[in-house]
Every structure is written in structure tokens, then in C-alpha cells.
């Protein structure tokens, strides 16, 4: 079944290939996902639009190992064996310890690998100062606005250096200005890492700007029905790329695609 | 309604203990008019004066240490056994629905209802105080290790296994510290038992420990001891639940309650 | 992770494990491992419990306890209702009644209990009275917190349109606060009754707990057991029944 290559650079970083979800419902089991296959190459960095609901998080939680789902996930041709640092998530609701302090989070995930004492303070150190939270270093996360929180929650899964990162709605319950600064800053380091990202959002722009593959999902059973490639210079600011053309005709297009899977999703819920 | 300042001298610590004060200074000139029969009503220098008495006598030391030394060797134990079954109950479904029924049964069950089979059982003593201490403690203790512990977001889980936690690394990195405000509320609700189940169970089975004595004051006639030990209870139960209170401030400084409760 | 089991096989389990207990405890009583003293079989007990009931002496017991829980917790409910209101609603009364109630609640109001027998003898008076005073201080509490968090706004809205100080206390606060006053019930319930048997075990003058320890003296072992179970299907029960007051109008949650 699986095609054995000598050649690393062509198997893809992650293979989702016919993964199906159900989760027991009421009377029947709800289908949450059907057969959806999906590939992403090293550095790619792949959104998942979709109306609510879709089941575009649970297909980010079984590629982070949380749900067994039918179907095979492969990473780096392997299937994965439940969560694995080599995935970093980082999820809408921070989900950071609140008995952690910003820094003790940020090096809870360092506490287990290899490194010493001193290696994981400069680590910790290093990804505060990226973040812009000096002085905040013994804060407790209920002391901190949300967007803090999500750099720490971002700050301490990169920290453990993943391959792959799955974002899950990660700006989702920011304010419209606090997520524009934050976005920047995901390009920023994703510019500069180029690591794997898988982003679930419901944000078109925010996916346009961000993305360099864009995946619309159908209302439930999610599938994938559409995908778009973006090709946009990373380079230009917000502002000359927000305003040009060809930000707008992708923004327009992936907008309607999607529009359509929301329009179904709302005629399905008025059957129900 | 907006002057608060006026009433800053009242809410200072000995603006609060003025009512006390004075509910002492009225009780002690009703007693003064000898309206009531002061061996019914001990006047509160009476009382006070029983009080020196005891406090530098060994009498009350000696037997508030034995009650002491049994409510915490029975919330100990208690409290262990108590958050060790709520955390298998909340982790464990097939557990779970064996002990539930066990748990919700003796849940409402007065637990002095089993000092007489204790008495049956073990005799008058301490064994039966610390049985009688250590059920009662076990079962606030394992309800609200199981809600703090069932409780736990799914995220928080699951952050920690993609940062590698393992399942064992898991109960004291997420879930023990996840249900800790609720196992301190249980736990000052277990003190109070504690106290509650010590005493009575003095009163009805042992040869000592301050219940016995209180009681012991009250068939000899001895009101205005009898005043006095009571007194010290109540004195000493404040005192310890106080301190529980500042424990659990300083365990929760990262709760989001700590902001209610002033500073961190 | 262990999957979660059907509702059934929950059910299942739970019947199984009370007929674990139940079987283990009467292989253990007949095989005599325990002296039937210590642990009289469950089919003794339960005949035995059969006969109290018959003769009237364990209803008329249980009757008297009930009757001495139920007026403490009335008349605590009346005070504490009414102090926790009066607190919330004026500086004065909290100023006079706080540094009280921070004192007497983590006490351990049994240890009142000779006080009370002094004053008010052995039987329901000194009964009602303590279990009153024990379940005062929750109720208080719970009123307390309640009125206090009733909004501002509501208030002076009632107050504009003209509301009287008594419409206001039975139009707005109270069933603003309701919620929270039966969710202090609930806690003061078994402490009620956890009172009332303990009291009665202590200082006699009948009831469930003097019969209790009557029994114990004689080393009626079948009776005890047989009390014991009783109390805890009483508890249960008035348990069960406060829930489904709560689950029968959902407004009374106090999360609602």
C-alpha cells in the first residue's frame, strides 16, 4: 500500500489519507468527518476554513493524537502514536497551566527533553523576549490579557521546537485589533522558522494573509470540497497587500466558496 | 450611601470587635441584676476568671491535645483516602460506577449514626474517634477531588501531552493541580467535620479529650468551666480555620479568585 | 484513555456493587467470621428491622427526630433568612452580626449542646434550639452573599417606579436571592438531622439516636444496624427530594 521512497524530500511532512470521525450521539452516531484526505509538504503552511461546526477542530485534534478516528495519519510516512511533541498545538483556549507562571509554562514542555538547566533558562529567556513579555516573566496567566496568554500559549509550544505546528482558531477569542498584531507576529516566525503549520480558522482574511494553501470544509460531515493556492508576497506590509488586487480576488473567491458551505450548513440546522 | 470613609473605623479590626464587646459588657450587667440564676448564666468575668484557671492548669491542655491529635490523625487519613478515591473516580469510568452508589449512600448518612457500631467494634477510645473522624472527613474529601479532578478542560490535557507530559507525569502536573481549590474547600469542610465528630464522639464514647470534658464539667455542676471549655472550642476551631483560609490563599495565588480576595 | 461505558452497563455495575456488599456482608455473618455481635447477618438485621417497624417503637422514633430537624431548620430558616437579609441591606446590622457569625460558624455547635441541656432540658426543646443554631449560620451566609449580590440597578429601578421598602424586599429580593437561600438549605438540611441524631445520642431524651445508643448499651446489635440503615435511607431520601425540588423549577439553581 504505502510507496516506498529513498528520497525524503518527496514524502510529504504530514499524509491524512481517508480519515473519518463519528462521535456517539443521542440515538445515532454523528458523523463528524468523512474521508477526508489531505497532504502537506514541509515548510507549507495550510489553512481550514469552514462554516461552525464543520468538524475542522477534530480534524486538527486527530492529527494532534487526541481522538482515534478511522483512517491513517502519517507523519513523516509514519503513523502517529497518540500526541507527540513533534506536533506543537496551540489551542483557541490558551489552555495554559493558570498554576504555571509565564516562564514555568513556557518551560514545562524543555523539562522533559535532554537539555540542561541552563540551556532551557537561555530558551525560555530568548522566546520571552520574542514574545514581548519581559517583566512579566513570574506573572500568573489569569494576570495577563488574552493576547498575552496566547503568546505565552504560542511561546511554549514553540519552545519544544515541534516540526509542526497546529493552530486551533489561535486568535479566535482576540479582539480585531489585538489578532491583526498577532498575526503579524505568526508570520514573522513562521518566515523565519518555515516550519509545517496547519491553522484551523474561520477568519477568510486571516487566512488569505497567512496561508500558502487554503482548504474550504463542507458543513457536517466536514469534508474538503475546495482548495486554493495563494501566492502572495510576504514581504509587502498589511497595508499595500490588504489594499491590492490580488489579495482581494484570492479573499474574494475563498469568501465565496466558503460562503456556500455556510449557506448549506444554515439550511441543514433549519432541517434539524 | 457614598461616604464610606465614616465607617472606615468601624471596619477596622478593632472597629469589628466592638459588637463583641459590648454583647460581653450587657451580659455582664444582666448577670449583675442576678435576674438569672448565675449558675444557669455564668457572668462573663466568671467565666473569664474560669478560663485563667483552666488555661494554667493542665486539665484543658492535656485534653485538647488528645482531641486535637485524634481530629487530625482522622482528617489525615481521611483526607488521603478521600482524595485518592476521587481521583480513581474521576479517572476511571468502570470505578467509577462501582463506587458511586457506596459514595452517594453514605454521603448523606449522619455520620455519628456509627459510633455505636464503632463502640461495638473497637471499644471506647480513640479508635473509635478516629473512625468516626476519618469517615466523616473521607467523603466531603472525595466528591471534591472528583469535581475538581472530572472537571479538568480537555485542553489542558491535551497541551500537556503534546508537550510530552507522560500518563503518569500527568496526575501530579494537571490533574491534582487543576482540582486543588476544590480539594482545599473540601478539606475546610472535613476540618469542621473533624471537629464536629471528635467532640461528639467524646461525648458519647471516651474516658477523654475535651467533648468528655465539657461534658464532664456540665453533670458536676461545674457551669461557668463548662462556659469556659466551650470557649476555648470555639476559640481554638477559629483559629484553625483561619490559618486553613491563609494556606489556601497562599496555595491559590494563581486562582482566579486570588483577585477577590485581594492581592496576591 | 478508558472509554466511557454505556448509561446501562453504569446501572449494571452500580446494582452489582450494593449486591457485592450485601452478599459479602451476610457469607461473612453466617460463616461466622465476625461474631454476630459485631456483625449480625443482613437478613437478621433486616427482620429485625421488620419488627421495630411493627411495633412502632422505630416509626415513633424516627417521627420525634424528624419532627426536632424539621423545627430547628423552620425556625433557622426564619432567622437566618430574615439576619442575612437585614445584613445585606444595612451597614449596622452587618457591623453588630458579622464578627458574631465569623466566630460561631467554624465552631462545632455539638459542643453547645450541654449549655442548651442546662437551659432547656433533655427533651425537643433543647433539641430544636441547637439544631436552630447550628443551621443558622450556613442559612445567614448563604442569604447574605445572595442579598448583597443582587444588582444595584435592580433596586433603584424598583425604587424609581415608586416600590415600597416591603414590595421591594418580596418582589425583588427574595426571589433574586432564592436561588442561593435552597442551595443553603440543602447544606443545612443534613446538618439538621446529623445534629438532631447526634444530639439525641448524647444527652438522650429520645429519638433515633437515643434509641440507638440504648440499643448499643444492650448490645442489641441487630437494631443498631437496623437504626443505622434507617438513617441512611432517611438522608437519602430528604436529599433526593431537595434535588428534585431544585431539577422541578430550574430557576432555583444556584447556577442558573
Not at chain 1, 530558551?123 to 520571552?128: C, P, V
Not at chain 2, 494537571?174 to 472535613?190: C, E, M, Q
Request: proline residues 5%; hydrophobic residues 50%.
Amino acid at each position: 500500500m504505502r510507496a516506498v521512497t529513498d528520497e525524503k524530500a518527496i514524502v510529504p511532512k504530514i499524509q491524512i489519507q481517508a480519515v473519518s470521525k463519528s462521535y456517539p450521539g443521542d440515538k445515532n452516531p454523528v458523523l463528524a468527518l468523512r474521508t477526508v484526505d489531505l497532504s502537506i509538504n514541509e515548510g507549507e503552511f495550510v489553512s481550514i476554513v469552514g462554516p461552525s461546526g464543520c468538524g475542522k477542530s477534530t480534524l486538527l485534534y486527530v492529527l494532534g493524537g487526541f481522538l482515534e478516528a478511522d483512517g491513517k495519519v502519517l507523519v513523516d510516512g509514519k503513523a502517529i502514536q497518540g500526541p507527540g511533541t513533534d506536533r506543537g498545538v496551540v489551542f483557541q483556549e490558551y489552555a495554559l497551566f493558570p498554576w504555571l507562571t509565564v516562564r514555568n509554562n513556557i518551560l514545562y514542555g524543555l523539562e522533559r527533553g535532554a537539555l540542561a538547566p541552563e540551556e532551557r533558562a537561555r530558551i525560555a529567556d530568548r522566546l520571552i523576549g520574542v514574545i514581548g513579555l519581559k517583566g512579566f516573566e513570574d506573572r500568573y496567566p489569569r494576570e495577563l490579557s488574552g493576547g498575552m496568554k496566547q503568546r505565552v500559549a504560542i511561546a511554549r509550544t514553540l519552545a519544544c521546537d515541534p516540526a509542526i505546528l497546529l493552530l486551533d482558531e489561535p486568535f479566535g477569542a482576540l479582539d480585531a485589533q489585538t489578532r491583526e498584531v498577532m498575526q503579524d507576529e505568526l508570520l514573522r516566525i513562521w518566515l523565519e522558522t518555515r516550519k509545517t503549520v496547519l491553522m484551523i480558522t474561520h477568519d477568510v482574511n486571516e487566512a488569505v494573509y497567512l496561508s500558502n494553501r487554503i482548504c474550504v470544509m463542507s458543513a457536517r460531515p466536514g469534508q474538503i470540497v475546495e482548495e486554493f493556492k495563494i501566492d502572495l508576497d510576504r514581504t509587502i506590509p498589511r497595508e499595500r497587500l490588504f489594499t491590492s488586487d490580488a489579495f482581494n480576488k484570492t479573499r474574494n473567491e475563498v469568501w465565496i466558496s466558503v460562503r456556500q458551505q455556510a449557506l448549506a450548513a444554515e439550511k441543514l440546522n433549519a432541517r434539524v | 450611601m457614598q461616604g464610606s470613609d465614616r465607617f472606615a473605623a468601624f471596619r477596622s479590626p478593632v472597629g469589628r470587635m466592638v459588637p463583641l464587646v459590648a454583647m460581653g459588657l450587657i451580659w455582664q450587667a444582666v448577670s449583675a441584676t442576678k435576674l438569672i440564676d448565675p449558675s444557669f448564666l455564668p457572668s462573663p468575668l466568671r467565666i473569664g476568671h474560669a478560663m485563667v484557671d483552666l488555661l494554667t492548669g493542665r486539665e484543658i491542655c492535656d485534653n485538647l491535645f488528645v482531641t486535637l491529635a485524634r481530629a487530625a490523625i482522622g482528617l489525615a487519613l481521611g483526607s488521603a483516602a478521600g482524595v485518592w478515591l476521587g481521583l480513581m473516580m474521576a479517572r476511571s469510568p468502570k470505578f467509577r460506577a462501582y463506587a458511586a452508589p457506596i459514595v452517594g449512600g453514605t454521603y448523606s448518612l449522619p455520620k455519628s449514626a456509627l459510633i455505636p457500631l464503632f463502640i461495638l467494634w473497637f471499644g471506647i477510645g480513640t479508635a473509635t474517634t478516629v473512625c468516626a473522624v476519618f469517615l466523616s472527613c473521607l467523603l466531603p474529601m472525595v466528591v471534591n477531588t472528583f469535581q475538581g479532578v472530572a472537571s479538568t478542560p480537555r485542553v489542558l490535557v491535551w497541551g500537556a501531552q503534546a508537550l510530552g507530559a507522560r500518563p503518569r507525569e500527568m496526575l501530579w502536573q494537571v490533574f491534582l493541580p487543576h482540582a486543588l481549590p476544590d480539594i482545599l474547600t473540601g478539606l475546610r469542610v472535613a476540618l469542621g467535620f473533624s471537629f464536629v465528630l471528635a467532640i461528639s464522639s467524646e461525648m458519647i464514647a471516651s474516658t477523654n479529650g475535651i467533648g468528655k470534658l465539657i461534658f464532664m464539667y456540665g453533670e458536676n455542676g461545674a457551669y461557668d468551666y463548662m462556659f469556659a471549655a466551650i470557649a476555648c472550642v470555639v476559640v481554638v476551631a477559629f483559629v484553625i480555620d483561619r490559618l486553613l483560609l491563609l494556606l489556601t490563599q497562599k496555595c491559590l495565588r494563581w486562582h482566579e479568585s486570588a483577585t477577590e480576595r485581594g492581592p496576591a | 484513555m478508558e472509554r466511557e461505558p454505556s448509561k446501562r452497563a453504569l446501572q449494571i455495575r452500580s446494582v452489582i456493587s450494593v449486591l457485592v456488599i450485601v452478599v459479602l456482608w451476610e457469607t461473612a455473618a453466617r460463616a461466622g467470621l465476625a461474631s454476630p455481635l459485631f456483625l449480625p447477618a443482613f437478613t437478621a438485621v433486616m427482620a429485625e428491622w421488620w419488627t421495630v417497624c411493627a411495633d412502632g417503637s422505630l416509626p415513633a422514633d424516627l417521627l420525634t427526630s424528624l419532627f426536632r430537624a424539621f423545627a430547628g431548620l423552620f425556625a433557622a430558616t426564619l432567622i437566618g433568612v430574615g439576619l442575612g437579609i437585614a445584613m445585606a441591606r444595612s451597614r449596622l446590622v452587618h457591623w453588630i452580626f458579622d464578627p458574631v457569625i465569623a466566630l460561631a460558624f467554624p465552631s462545632p455547635k455539638i459542643a453547645f449542646l450541654p449549655i442548651f441541656i442546662l437551659w432547656f432540658g433533655i427533651y425537643s426543646t433543647s433539641k430544636i434550639l441547637l439544631v436552630a443554631f447550628a443551621c443558622v449560620f450556613p442559612i445567614v451566609i448563604g442569604t447574605y452573599a445572595a442579598a448583597s449580590a443582587i444588582n444595584r440597578v435592580w433596586i433603584w429601578s424598583a425604587y424609581s417606579l415608586g416600590t415600597s421598602n416591603l414590595t421591594l424586599l418580596f418582589r425583588i429580593v427574595l426571589p433574586a436571592a432564592w436561588p442561593r437561600i435552597f442551595a443553603a438549605l440543602r447544606v443545612a438540611l443534613p446538618v439538621s438531622l446529623i445534629t438532631t441524631f447526634t444530639a439525641e445520642m448524647v444527652g438522650g431524651g429520645g429519638g433515633m439516636g437515643a434509641a440507638l445508643m440504648y440499643s448499643q448499651r444492650f448490645f442489641e446489635s441487630p437494631t443498631v444496624f437496623a437504626y443505622i440503615l434507617t438513617m441512611l435511607v432517611v438522608g437519602l431520601l430528604l436529599d433526593a427530594i431537595m434535588l428534585r425540588i431544585q431539577t422541578a423549577f430550574p430557576a432555583w439553581h444556584s447556577n442558573a
